[in-house]
């Protein structure tokens, strides 16, 4: 089989660092990986197959020996080295909201629209959906496909890991700090306070009075699944370290029972389906943390309306939401693109 050199692009960061452990744990082609990351991390070292790789600089790195470049280094530093990258002769995979909306950049979640990634020979780009997105619409598709979803409300509950290793550390300091550490640990990453607390702002605000997180859900989604499915969102950041959180409430054209919309998503690629009151039988962001499904629970009749289901979905954010998500991209590249 052919293998690949593999740049990971932001390698010590959250996202970077599981990107390597998926590589390693989905047996990827690599012929070599190169870790990568601003000069401000360059000669660290990250671990990869129980080795060390010493983190090279961004900066002056040389993406000529490079077939595939995952990226996930923050929004403004993919804009300048993704062209880069791909001027050197590499296919870039990013992470970051920078190219998703761009027309000639697919946007992909490989089990919903594996058929988009042929998009990539227009700029050599493929985008990965913001992590909030990623979970949804691989709850949306199977149930849009069987009965043409109209509209959705969302409503988030979203770890901190997302926003980044200082995000993590202020809210472990901070809950310190409540059971009197004496350290007073002031929000930096977070507007507010995060520990015992909930936060209604991802991102910033956008003249609607949206949050830019709330319109990537909207805006995303339509991309991905269907133009015409109208969406509504509100983000919210939890006290949780990893595993994002969705209360998705969805109305249909066509009529849809909650025993059907189980079956069908019990069927779909990547997701599991666990869901029985009786047994208290419900995912949490702690039991979803470490595993690459999306899970869905609490599935039921949204009895406010005529065709409405209510669901609770749940995955780990930093891997279906992120990295394993990038490197399933990468896998379906390769497969349906790259393998001769
Ligand atoms: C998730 O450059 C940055 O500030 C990164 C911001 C960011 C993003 C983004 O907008 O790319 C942090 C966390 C995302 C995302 O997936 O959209």
Redesign the pocket.
């Known amino acids: 089989m052919k293998k690949f050199n593999v740049a990971v692009v932001g390698a010590s960061g959250n996202v970077g660092r599981e990107m390597l452990n998926i590589l390693e744990e989905l047996d990827f082609p690599v012929a070599t990986v190169y870790a990568v990351a601003s000069s401000r991390s360059a000669g660290t070292v990250v671990e990869f197959k129980g080795g060390d790789l010493i983190v090279q600089d961004l900066a002056t790195f040389d993406f000529s020996k490079v077939d595939i470049g995952l990226f996930s280094p923050?929004?403004?530093v993919s804009a300048k080295y993704a062209p880069i990258a791909v001027k050197a002769g590499c296919v870039v995979v990013d992470?970051?909201?920078?190219f998703r909306m761009d027309p000639d950049v697919p946007l992909v979640v490989p089990e919903v629209n594996p058929e988009a990634i042929g998009g990539y020979t227009n700029k050599g780009i493929i985008a990965n959906p913001?992590?909030s997105t990623i979970q949804m619409v691989m709850a949306l598709k199977p149930i849009h496909d069987a009965a043409t979803i109209t509209r959705v409300v969302v409503s988030t509950y979203q770890a901190v890991s997302?926003?980044g290793k200082e995000a993590m550390d202020e809210l472990f300091e901070q809950s310190r700090s409540t059971f009197g550490t004496g350290k007073v640990v002031p929000p930096n990453k977070f507007s507010k306070e995060i520990a015992f607390n909930v936060i209604p702002q991802i991102?910033s605000f956008l003249d609607n009075g949206y949050t830019?997180?709330e319109m990537?859900m909207v805006n995303e989604t339509k991309k991905i699944v269907d133009p015409a499915i109208r969406v509504t969102a509100t983000t919210v950041r939890v006290p949780v370290f990893n595993g994002h959180a969705e209360s998705v409430t969805i109305e249909t054209k066509d009529k849809i029972t909650p025993a059907q919309a189980r079956t069908l998503l019990e069927n779909f690629d990547g997701v599991e389906v666990v869901d029985d009151p009786a047994t208290l039988s419900y995912t949490t962001p702690r039991e979803a943390a470490g595993k690459n499904a999306t899970f869905i629970s609490r599935i039921r009749e949204d009895e406010s309306v005529e065709n409405g289901l209510n669901m609770w979905v749940v995955s780990d954010n930093l891997r279906k939401g992120a990295a394993l998500n990038a490197v399933q991209i990468a896998q379906t590249l390769i497969k349906d693109h790259l393998k001769n």
């Open positions: 923050g929004g403004s992470n970051t909201s920078h913001n992590c997302g926003a991102d830019k997180e990537k």
